[in-house]
């Protein structure tokens, strides 16, 4: 197995600094009335024809609106939702990363 350079590497945490600013200043910038998908099904006639809820099966968000349950307003705790969601994501894609990598 070879290591990253460092420009690889460089690469890499500038990327997760990008998602982390994103992920801080959406909650101030996104128009949450309604969001941008929500306005994508209304636009294009899906909202009044599908509805989540009608599907069996399928399990509650972990943190539904990016927002925790107890108080989906608090635009500091839909920032800590949005952390954790990149974090999670980077883990798992890293995760995945390293099992293909070894495959190889």
């Known amino acids: 197995m070879h290591s990253m350079d460092k420009k690889d590497q ?3 945490v500038v ?3 990008i998602c982390i600013i994103v992920s801080c200043l959406s909650p101030y910038i996104a128009s949450g ?3 941008g998908l929500e306005k994508s099904a209304e636009d294009s006639g899906l909202a009044e024809d599908f ?3 009608e599907i069996n099966g399928i399990p509650e968000a972990i943190f539904p609106d ?3 349950a ?3 307003d608090d635009q500091a705790l839909q920032v800590v939702a949005l952390i954790i969601g ?3 994501t980077l883990g798992l894609g890293y ?3 390293e099992i293909v990598k070894n495959r190889i």
């Open 86 to 88: 990149v974090i999670i």
């Open 15 to 17: 990327a997760v600094v």
């Open 51 to 53: 509805q989540i809820e």
């Open 66 to 68: 990016y927002a925790f």
């Open 33 to 35: 009335d309604p969001d």
């Open 10 to 12: 460089y690469l890499i």
């Open 95 to 97: 995760a995945v990363a």
């Open 70 to 72: 107890d108080n989906p």
